[in-house]
């Protein structure tokens, strides 16, 4: 990708990741490196420790097991010298990141965005990340830059995809079309794009990235009973959604609708 570029899924078949650069530089962070004022003071992203809480047995370390890859070791570990390359941190979560800014924005060129700004913040943050559990990090950045987008906007843009997307020719499918095809139909995407964005948020990220309560409260900021506010009507909101859009459709079949006497 050409420095300062946007990110975009599937520009590389088989290496779709290792090209996303930060800032017009080609180096990965260094964990020793210092970071200017204005980064210090722009970025707020403190990891929150959630699943990992039971890391520690009798004040020491969990050893890894043989089955921990990437950042799940520095994780559990603590040594630095275990994270991963920039470029296989990025092909380890790019998927990941990419898929939640989707279902949150709900259309590709704000979720290639989203992914892009997610990685650029965390090539700045990188060597103050603490041991805590990486993934709710990357949660935690993403859904922050997608409500900010949202209050910046003051609504949140909604691009329909072209009819015949599904026809445009590639060697691999690339994220947008894997987790938009076999995850979710376009009634439901539609009708989660119909949410509030602090509901939209809170469902995604329990019924479709499948996080507690405890962890949303901890990636949005906010109260245990808020999480559950929210998710409760955020549900109600979705099946009045598809409810009143079913009856919509039905109605507007040929012979669909309700004879009267």
Not at 145 to 171: N, S, T
């Amino acid at each position: 990708m050409e420095n300062g570029g946007r990110w975009h899924p599937g520009d590389q078949p088989g290496n779709t990741y290792t090209d996303l650069r930060v800032a017009g530089s080609s180096e990965p962070p260094h964990h020793d490196g210092g970071l200017d004022q204005e980064d210090l003071t722009t970025i707020k992203m403190a990891p929150t420790s959630m699943s990992h809480l039971e890391q520690f047995v009798d004040t020491e370390w969990v050893e890894p097991s043989d089955e921990m890859t990437g950042t799940a070791v520095f994780d559990a570990t603590g040594d630095k010298s275990t994270m991963p390359s920039w470029d296989e941190l990025v092909r380890q979560h790019a998927d990941r990141v990419y898929r939640l800014a989707y279902r949150l924005s709900g259309n590709q060129h704000d979720a290639e965005d989203l992914t892009q700004e997610t990685f650029i913040r965390v090539f700045r943050s990188l060597q103050n990340y603490q041991p805590g559990t990486f993934e709710g990090w990357l949660h935690r950045i993403t859904t922050n830059l997608f409500l900010d987008m949202v209050r910046r906007r003051g609504r949140i843009r909604m691009e329909a995809l072209p009819e015949d997307y599904d026809r445009v020719p590639a060697d691999d499918p690339n994220p947008e079309q894997i987790y938009h095809d076999a995850r979710l139909g376009p009634d439901l995407q539609a009708a989660l794009d119909s949410l509030p964005p602090e509901f939209r948020a809170a469902v995604v990220l329990c019924d479709i990235e499948g996080l507690s309560y405890e962890e949303i409260g901890a990636t949005l900021d906010v109260k245990l009973g808020t999480v559950r506010s929210r998710i409760h009507r955020g549900r109600q909101a979705l099946r009045d959604y598809l409810a009143n859009h079913s009856e919509t459709a039905t109605s507007a079949r040929p012979g669909g609708a309700a004879k009267t006497a």
